[in-house]
C-alpha cells in the first residue's frame, strides 16, 4: 500500500526524468561497476572499457527499453506484481538473468536519479523512491523458482 505522499513522489519523479539520458546513464553505471552482468548482453558488441559502453547505441537503447519498463509500473502502482509477471517470466526462463542484478540495476538507478535531482532528493523521496524499486525488483523476482 501506498501513502499519497509515496505515489506523488513516484509519479513526479518519473514525470520529469529524460529516460534515454537515465536510462544510458544507469545501465553504463551498472555494467562498469559490476562488469559480470555484461555476459547478458553478449550481443551488444563492443563494451570493452566505460567509454565504449557509454557510446555504444544498443546501451543506449536498452537503457530507455528499462525505463519505459519501470513507467509501466509507475502506472500501475497497485499491481506491479501482476504488470510484471510476464517481464519476470522472460528475465529468468528464456534470458536466465540472476535476480540479484535487479537490485545492482536498481541502486545505480537510485545513485543516476539523486545526482540528476539534487537538492530535491530529499531522504523522503529517497525513501519512496527506494520503496517503489524494492516492489519492482520484488515483482520481478517472483517467478524464479
Ligand atoms: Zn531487463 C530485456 C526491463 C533488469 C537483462 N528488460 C528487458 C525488457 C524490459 C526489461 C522491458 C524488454 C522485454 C521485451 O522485449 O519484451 N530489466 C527490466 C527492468 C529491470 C531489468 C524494469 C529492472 C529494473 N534486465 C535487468 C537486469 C539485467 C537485464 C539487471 C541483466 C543484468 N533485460 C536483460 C536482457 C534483455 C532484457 C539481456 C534482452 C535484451 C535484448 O534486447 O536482447
Sequence with gaps: AWTDFERETIKSIF???D????GLAAL???LVVYPWTQR???NFGNLYNADAIRANPMVAAHGKVVLNG????VKNLDNIK???AELSVLHSEKLRVDPD???LLADCLTIVVAARMGADFTAEVQAAFQKFLAVVVSSLCRQYH
Design 15 to 17: 514525470g520529469k526524468l
Design 19 to 22: 529516460y534515454d539520458d537515465v
Design 28 to 30: 553504463c553505471r551498472c
Design 40 to 42: 547478458y548482453f553478449g
Design 70 to 73: 519501470l513507467d509501466k509500473a
Design 82 to 84: 501482476g504488470t510484471y
Design 101 to 103: 542484478n535487479f537490485r
